[in-house]
């Protein structure tokens, strides 16, 4: 089984940069699509962003293309999501989870908040 602890979260400015990692350990992370949700406080979680098994292709919900990027380091078992040009709206609790496995769904990470704040 899996398991998935996400860093970096912390406080920006907008307009300002962060970095958010995602480190596995267990099952067979170079063989699972990843992804990044966040949840903003009354809000439902929601899709950011999703890097295919070898890292070639990648998918980005709207409101974050061109200032998000995913990438993944299979031999290290990470995933990291770039966020620069941070904006308010931005500000929420980030989790990284798995594609949905079978018989279980997704597995996912404890989040880490990110504030975007002036």
């Known amino acids: 089984q899996v398991q998935l602890v996400e860093s970096g979260g912390g406080y920006v400015q907008p307009g300002g940069s962060l970095r958010l990692s995602c480190a596995a350990s267990g099952g067979s992370f170079s063989t699972y699509e990843m992804g990044w949700f966040r949840q903003a406080p009354g809000k439902e979680r929601e899709f950011v962003a999703a890097?295919?098994?070898?890292?070639?292709?990648?998918h980005y919900e709207v409101s974050v293309k061109g200032r998000f990027t995913i990438e993944r380091v299979n031999g290290k078992n990470l995933v990291y999501l770039q966020m620069n040009s941070l904006k308010p709206e931005d500000t929420a609790v980030y989790y990284c989870?798995?594609?949905?496995?079978?018989?279980?769904?997704?597995?996912w990470g404890q989040g880490t908040l990110v504030t975007v704040s002036s």
């Open positions: 890097v295919s098994v070898n890292g070639d292709k990648r």
């Open positions: 989870a798995t594609e949905p496995l079978d018989k279980i769904g997704r597995i």
